[in-house]
């Protein structure tokens, strides 16, 4: 069971480049007119490659997710660090804004207001169809860190879910994620999540931060613990209506990884 991130701010696509499963088992490239920032490597068979687009308005970064089985998902951020394009490709879904949202979310206000909440309806299309879903969150400076070398990366808690038009749960999520400065980018933590499926934890915490013209940049290929079956997450468990209780915060010494 794969996962979304833990924002999701979704609206109309401004990806010139959507691989589908086939393309993406092929190999990535980026598109044309558009060039890498920063690569992660994570302590759990995970590799991300966030990348800018001269066409793109001014502040949006790309950012696609790599696991044992290649290409997972593509997401766009714009300046404001809120996710405005989602596709996932273990099932071939997409996620657009409809309308304005209700209560937007801006990396300025969490930083300055040391919380920020947000709400809209959106569109998923799926296997099952296209229906709409509405989606709350807050998210909050915890006032930890996760240090990566020579960067220190401020913590952010978050807490989500999207329900169907019945109300029912469609997902449900807590976890964390970091702030990068330099360049503003969202990088991806860990947490634990439920759908009617059942429940699983997931850690893209990073242990490598890889910029231009160091070794390693660009690669998309996990390196580290794939050789466990299990490093995705934990398997489902029963679905309850209980909330997810919120995980302890992963912060990794980057000495210690064996090769996020």
Sequence with gaps: ??????????????????????????????????????????????????????????????????????????????????????????????????????????VDALQTNLTESYAWQLSRTDESGTRSLSMTGTDTLTGDALRVGDH?????????????????????????????????????????AMDPDGRFEYDETPVELIFPGQPGFGDTTPRNNCDDAAVEQTPPEAPTDEPPATPEPVITDPGTNKDK
């Design 1 to 106: 069971m794969k996962h979304r991130p833990t924002i999701t701010a979704c609206a109309i696509s401004l990806l010139p480049f959507l691989p589908t499963a086939g393309q993406a088992e092929a190999g990535f490239t980026l598109p044309e007119g558009c060039s890498a920032v920063l690569s992660t490597q994570t302590g759990f068979c995970g590799a991300n490659l966030h990348w800018t687009c001269q066409d793109d308005p001014r502040g949006h970064v790309r950012k696609a997710y790599f696991d044992v089985d290649g290409l997972a998902s593509i997401l766009t951020f714009n300046a404001q660090s809120a996710i405005i394009d989602a596709q996932y490709m273990w099932d071939n879904s997409r996620e657009v804004l409809i309308g304005e949202p209700l209560d937007t979310f801006s």
């Design 152 to 192: 220190v990366l401020p913590e952010v808690a978050t807490s989500f879910e999207y329900l169907e038009e019945d109300g029912s749960l469609n997902y449900r999520g807590e976890g964390t994620y970091y702030l990068m400065s330099d360049p503003i980018l969202v990088i991806s933590g860990s947490g634990q």
